[in-house]
Nanobody, 115 residues
Framework: QVQLVESGGGLVQPGGSLRLSCAASGGIFSTSTMGWYRQAPGKQRELVATITSDDSTIYQESVKGRFTISRDNAKNTVYLQMNTLKPDDTAVYYC?????????WGQGTQVTVSS
């Protein structure tokens, strides 16, 4: 049973930074493609960034240069470093694991960017 637990969300002022973490258990983390997605109120869930098992990354255009996804296979953890945050980044952020043909989601962590 794969479990994904996100942490690190919170309230931050515009221009601030946060680092999200997603700890995975029960699966084969090192060979999985991991991703961060977000869903703002009234909007569909959207891709933020993904990282493959060989550390190839993809970013949504609006976060390029501000967000960085990384992984630590020894800790079964994927991170999302978010800098220069904007109010439009406000959303629930979800971790996703793609492993052996199946998708798994975490419960989400709220990020609110507001002054």
């Amino acid at each position: 049973q794969v479990q994904l637990v996100e942490s690190g969300g919170g309230l931050v002022q515009p221009g601030g930074s946060l680092r999200l973490s997603c700890a995975a258990s029960g699966g084969i983390f090192s060979t999985s493609t991991m991703g961060w997605y977000r869903q703002a109120p009234g909007k569909q869930r959207e891709l933020v960034a993904t990282i493959t098992s060989d550390d190839s990354t993809i970013y949504q255009e609006s976060v390029k240069g501000r967000f960085t996804i990384s992984r630590d296979n020894a800790k079964n953890t994927v991170y999302l470093q978010m800098n220069t945050l904007k109010p439009d980044d406000t959303a629930v952020y979800y971790c996703r694991q793609f492993s052996l043909g199946r998708l798994y989601w975490g419960q989400g962590t709220q990020v609110t960017v507001s002054s």
